[in-house]
């Protein structure tokens, strides 16, 4: 579906949004992924976005952010995480929007498990007990990233 108009009356981001969502965009490793869930450490994830939004306005004056993650089970196309950024001028509000998302991703404790045609695996989880250097290294045990 393609949604290139321009209109008198009012936009509605719901709209544009369902214009470009796709249920086949949705792949890991060149699996299907057939459902989401979201955990979250709720609490301490709230105060690590504004922590995060706080240091974004330091880098960027004038900058104004807010983002919602939810958590649970979400079917392919649901929208996960919404970030949004307003500055005096577009472009360092592209550049906020970008370092907020990012920075989310990478230190906000939220928890992402897909399931797919081999069944459900948490993304990104390493065991960390058998780091290369650590005192249990010398263990040999697999470490697979989904279960079984």
């Known amino acids: 579906m393609s949604l290139f108009e321009i209109r008198d009356s009012e936009i509605a981001v719901s709209e544009?949004?369902?214009a470009v969502?796709?249920?086949e965009a949705s792949e890991n490793n060149g699996l299907?992924?057939?459902?989401?869930e979201y955990q979250a450490y709720a609490s301490m994830a709230s105060k690590e976005m504004a922590r995060i939004a706080q240091e974004i306005a330091l880098e960027i004056p004038n900058c104004r952010l807010a983002a919602l993650h939810r958590t649970g089970s979400l079917k392919v196309g649901d929208v996960a995480v919404v970030c949004a950024a307003s500055t005096p001028h577009r472009a360092?509000?592209?550049d906020a929007?970008?370092?907020l998302i990012d920075r989310i991703k990478a230190r906000v404790p939220v928890w992402k498990r897909e399931h797919g045609p081999n069944g459900p695996y948490w993304v990104g989880w390493e065991d960390a007990r058998c780091e290369p250097g650590s005192d249990h290294a010398h263990h040999a045990h697999p470490h697979p990233h989904h279960e079984p």
């Open 16 to 18: 544009v949004v369902a």
């Open 21 to 23: 969502s796709r249920a």
């Open 92 to 94: 360092e509000a592209f």
């Open 32 to 36: 299907a992924v057939s459902l989401l």
């Open 97 to 99: 929007c970008r370092l």
